[in-house]
């Protein structure tokens, strides 16, 4: 057995019928990591010291009969824009140089109370922003398909490490696309679940009304299962939604015969790579094997989507960096006076991408533009939620292509921030609705994978995770 392709059920039973044990996997996965890191860069940081302290104990709970979580001795990766207490965050920024976290992140809390042993902190696009992971301010993360090609971002760390085979799952952050984008370009699973279904406590903002963690793993049942870990009422996060968390791993298997499924006309845009079309339209087409109707339908106001995404998420960005300001904790530098201290910090401490949404944030909401821009791009969202409302009055979940293309070369669009920000033109709406989304692969373009997108009605991530499970069984992710 091959632990590091093991799907997490495989690998839970193992430890049960005594056929592994989890230091050996550990060890073996860290030693894994190890080998990879000089050229494929998906960790900031690793833990194996802690990380084997912790499959030990998780060893000696298996031999004496102990009680043990669902996830115990299952090695994950974690974004590194999310709290572990006591060990360091930096959000891939100079800013948060030597920032160690007093409290942890609910997510990562909740998976390490389930027994699952987190062996690093992934790369990412400083502090989420970008598409990439070329923000990063230490290296950018290469896609284990082709390393002269991005992972997608902002969660490439994560998702890389999952296509590379060196954890089974990891969380990632998605505020308009950073889970299912670099699902898409790295050929795994990839899930936004609902706002408010996961607890954003100690999860470091980007955009308040957009951010959402989630999982990305190889399979959909992994996917599922690191969900129902993580899922459920916070009260230390005021947006966390008090609804009932259902077993979404059971119901994987219920028959998705006569699901309704739209197909937006809107996501089918000129200029989208025609590989790209193909493949989801045989995805699609497999749905309709499998017994779903197909229904085409519109979201009139689609077009806006990515101009309404980035007023919306640089105002707030704009509002949540403020306080990296050298005075409380992180990186600082000098200064005659106060306002020359912050300035010097920031412009230390940010680089090139987040200076950028800063300012672009700062503008929308200053005096005399507020109405023009960020007002309006809030009215808009309200359109776009009343898109989705009415469609999913006739169809119980949409496929889109995840992204227009696929995984572009690392450099390509760096200097080009309008090709970068349009390669979230097919998942920045689900952010802006609150809507679950995940997406699949749904074959290869020369090699580099295509994914396709499922989105489900608030709440509903039962119906999306239904149909990329069958999808996925289907030979779907073949393609």
Sequence with gaps: MNPKRAPIAELARDYREDRAEASDVIGRTMDAIERAEPGLHAFVSTRREKAMDEARAADA????????????????????????????????????????PPYGSTAVDRLRAAGAIVVGKTNMDEFAMGSSTENSAFSPTRNPHDPE???GGSSGGSSAAVAAGLVPAALGSDTGGSIRQPASFCGVVGLKPTYGRVSRYGLVAFGSSLDQIGPLSGSVADTARILQTIAGFDPMDSTSSDVPTPDWTQALDAPIREMKVGVPKEYFVDGMDAGVAERVRAGIDRLEGLGCR??????????????????????????????YDGVRYGLRAGGDTLQAMYRRTRMAGFGPEVKRRILLGTYALSAGYYDAYYLRAQKVRTLILEDFRKAFESVDVLVTPTTPTPAFRIGENIDDPLAMYLNDIFTTTCNLAGLPGVSVPCGRIGGLPVGMQLIGNHFDESAVLRAAHHFEQDGGFDG
């Design 61 to 100: 709970a298996f031999a004496e009969g102990r009680p043990v979580g669902p996830l115990a001795g299952i090695p994950i990766a974690v974004k590194d824009n999310m709290h572990i207490r006591g060990e360091p965050t930096t959000c891939a920024s100079r800013i948060l140089k030597n920032y160690v």
């Design 149 to 151: 090609r991005v992972p």
């Design 294 to 323: 197909i229904e085409e339908l519109s979201l009139p106001h689609t077009e806006y989507a990515v101009a309404t995404y980035y007023l919306i998420s640089t105002a707030e960005a704009s509002s949540n960096l403020a306080r």
